[in-house]
């Protein structure tokens, strides 16, 4: 089964702000950023939120165009979009993301993982 994705063409900076500002989605969004490449199993963000509101989350950001979600059996395999996002709006998606990274409200995904890293 293949789910749709917005082409690079299609992605809207108005959408892709809008999305970004939710900070479960932003959340999700910077641990991507951190796993740069790696296809992240969507069970990884349940720290965030129930199944059924992290399904409604990584939908979101799939159809804005910032993530790629690809179903591999009974799973589904998010990796962020990056060279899509910077090639319509260059620096946006580190200026987000860096702005972010200092706000501690924000909830954390993988927390043991990053803290083990250190």
Do not use: W
Request: glycine letters at 6%; proline letters at 6%.
């Amino acid at each position: 089964m293949s789910l749709p994705h917005p082409t690079a063409d299609q992605i809207s900076l108005p959408i892709v702000l809008a999305v970004l500002g939710d900070p479960t989605r932003l959340s999700i969004v910077r641990y991507l950023a951190r796993k740069e490449g790696v296809p992240m199993n969507c069970s990884k963000f349940l720290d965030l939120a129930s199944k059924t509101n992290l399904s409604y989350h990584l939908a979101k950001l799939r159809e804005a165009g910032v993530t790629r979600s690809e179903a591999v059996g009974t799973s589904r395999l998010i990796t962020l979009r990056r060279d899509d996002l910077d090639k319509r709006f260059p620096g946006l998606l580190d200026s987000v993301i860096a702005a972010a990274d200092g706000d501690k409200d924000l909830p954390a995904v993988g927390t043991a993982e990053v803290e083990g890293s250190a």
